[in-house]
């Protein structure tokens, strides 16, 4: 899979969870991959400061990840 392709799947797993997040008020948005086994994203709105984040980031956002790029070892949040 090219870089291209990585991006634009990691692009549709955020697709498919951004609207559960902005049920709540908040949004995601992909900052980077870095080597082709890390995302950096940034949650944003009410997720930001969320006690639920971390459990939100790794059942939800890593997990859909994985689904389309199964290659992705990490997902992390960068905080603004």
Do not use: H
Not at 25 to 33: E, F, H, M, N
């Amino acid at each position: 899979m090219s870089s291209e392709e990585l991006k634009r799947n990691i692009e549709k797993a955020l697709d498919e969870i951004r609207p559960f997040l902005q049920s709540d008020g908040g949004d995601i948005s992909l900052l980077s991959i870095e080597d082709d086994k890390l995302v950096k994203v940034q949650l944003q709105g009410a997720c930001v400061g969320c006690s639920v984040n971390q459990m939100t980031l790794k059942s939800g956002v890593e997990m859909t990840i994985k689904k389309y790029a199964p290659q992705i070892e990490k997902v992390i949040n960068i905080e603004a």
